[in-house]
């Protein structure tokens, strides 16, 4: 399988608190992204780190790759009530086919607790 | 625009009924994708179009017929499902990677099927 590992499967903080998520994966790697889910509906893009970047910011968002031990972090400060969510990260091998397949990880469940 | 429709939000169907799913896009995305979700699991890949073919199929049960009619929709057709097919399906589209763009994918709201 494909399937990447997230941990911890679940996390619970406190409102402006920060939240870490790892995701470790198995095979090498376009590029590496992160989604949220709200409670069983669509899932939203958050960020991608292509294979060849080390860290990446986007508003809260921090992320990092190191390609080297097949793993990634997902950062996200001072958090909001309106974070909680599963995240999902996501790898992409590249295809032949124009299309991109990812392979999501296992999902960590975030709740932030107001 | 960049929305992912889906239809129906909800549906529930019988063992031995024939239904479909559909999903539209506006965003001029030449892939598409069909992912089902098992409750707190990730979604996991079941077909992916193209340029309006089929490049993928992970092994999926003939039960669930995908179908690309254009380059804006993507229906999957359903008949004989057993319970255990109950899950959210989504739909998702992307731009093409040929003229190396990101590949992000946009998610529709998906389907919850139940299969009675």
């Known amino acids: 399988s494909q399937q990447g590992e997230e941990d911890p499967q679940a996390l619970s903080i406190q409102e402006g608190e920060n939240a870490t998520m790892n995701c470790s994966y198995k095979t090498s790697i376009n590029n590496l992204q992160w989604y949220r889910q709200n409670s069983g509906r669509g899932l939203v893009h958050l960020i991608l780190?292509?294979?060849?970047?080390r860290e990446k910011h986007s508003g809260r968002l921090r992320v990092t790759l190191d390609t080297s031990k097949k793993s990634s972090s997902l950062l996200i400060t001072a958090s909001r009530a309106a974070d909680t969510a599963s995240y999902f990260c996501?790898?992409?091998?590249?295809?032949?086919?124009?299309?991109?397949?990812?392979?999501f990880g296992t999902g960590t469940r975030l709740t932030v607790i107001p | 625009d960049t929305e992912v429709t889906q239809t129906p939000k909800h549906l529930v169907m019988g063992m031995t009924n024939k239904k479909s799913l559909k999903c539209e896009q506006h965003m001029g995305h030449r892939a598409m994708y069909w992912y089902k979700q098992k409750a707190k699991k990730p979604p996991e890949l079941m077909f992916v179009?193209?340029?309006?073919?089929?490049?993928i199929n992970e092994s999926v049960p003939s039960r669930f017929s995908p179908e690309c009619p254009n380059s804006s929709l993507l229906n999957l057709h359903l008949h004989a499902l057993q319970p255990e097919d109950s899950a959210l399906y989504l739909c998702?589209?992307?731009?093409?990677?040929?003229?190396?763009?990101?590949?992000?994918?946009?998610f529709g709201p998906g389907t919850r099927l139940t299969v009675t």
């Open positions: 179009y193209s340029y309006e073919k089929l490049s």
């Open positions: 780190i292509r294979s060849n970047e």
């Open positions: 996501a790898t992409d091998s590249g295809s032949k086919t124009g299309a991109n397949n990812l392979f």
């Open positions: 998702a589209s992307s731009q093409d990677q040929w003229r190396g763009l990101v590949g992000e994918q946009y």
